[in-house]
């Protein structure tokens, strides 16, 4: 896949004396930090605009930025075999693609693509390693982050190994909705088998069943949850361990 140049440097966040906070605040991560830490770090960061298919960091190359979220979803792929890859995690507004950085790995092999287009907060990884050490909630943030990722990666590998494709999907609707903050997901049928690493017709068929249920209504490039509730009924429990350590950890 091609790394793409990111669209649109919308500049520095500007905003009144005192309301660094706030802005910060649509960054669900870096809105959990005293609002001191966040004074500190806004003059470092750029507010840049993401679009889908875009490549925040390719397999083993140089990590230049470390990007923190405000809208959109991001999926951190795996290769499996040739040009096949498969999605490890996702995150929206509530996570960051600076967990290499902060573990002093310098080529990371895993991929981190751009979804659902949004805007995040793009800070140098040699600014971000610089403010590392200066703050310590920075630190422990980023730690309890590592720490769910870790959770999330053993879980998700369990239940791909164990549960059916209609259970996945409805626990990688039912995630996207919570990192998305919303019920509208502009996937296309095609874009949930890539990642997944199953058929397009095999998506279909669930997403089938699923509107049949009452749970979702489809669209061109487009699931809109309708009865979350219907919808976890025919996820896994894997979707209900991750959001409550995803809470508990984050608190998001």
């Not at 679009?51 to 290769?79: C, I, T, W």
């Not at 068929?205 to 509107?211: K, P, R």
Request: charged fraction near 25%; include cysteine; charge should be positive.
């Amino acid at each position: 896949m091609e790394v793409r140049a990111i669209r649109g440097d919308i500049g520095q966040p500007r905003a009144a004396a005192g309301s660094a906070y706030r802005i910060a605040g649509r960054s669900r991560f870096l809105g959990q930090l005293p609002e001191r830490d966040v004074k500190r770090l806004m003059p470092l960061v750029r507010r840049v605009e993401i679009m889908p298919r875009q490549v925040l960091h390719d397999r083993n190359l140089p990590v230049e930025y470390v990007y923190f979220l405000e809208s959109g979803l991001v999926s951190v792929m795996a290769k499996v075999s040739g040009r096949d890859w498969v999605e490890a995690w996702l995150f929206g507004s509530e996570g960051t693609t600076s967990l290499p950085v902060m573990l002093g790995d310098t080529h990371p092999p895993l991929r981190r693509v751009v979804q659902i287009g949004g805007t995040a907060l793009r800070v140098s990884a040699t600014a971000f390693r610089e403010f590392l050490g200066t703050s310590e909630p920075f630190r422990d943030m980023l730690m309890k982050y590592m720490q769910l990722i870790l959770l999330q990666s053993c879980q998700l590998g369990a239940c791909n190994g164990q549960h059916s494709v209609r259970q996945r999907l409805g626990r990688w609707l039912l995630l996207a909705r919570d990192s998305l903050e919303a019920v509208r997901i502009a996937m296309s049928h095609q874009a949930l088998a890539r990642l997944m690493g199953v058929r397009r017709a095999t998506i279909s068929e669930c997403l089938s069943e699923m509107e049949a249920r009452g749970a979702v209504r489809t669209g061109r490039r487009l699931i809109e949850i309708t009865d979350a509730a219907v919808l976890e009924t025919l996820s896994c429990d894997c979707y209900r361990v991750v959001r409550r350590e995803r809470q508990r950890l984050l608190g998001t």
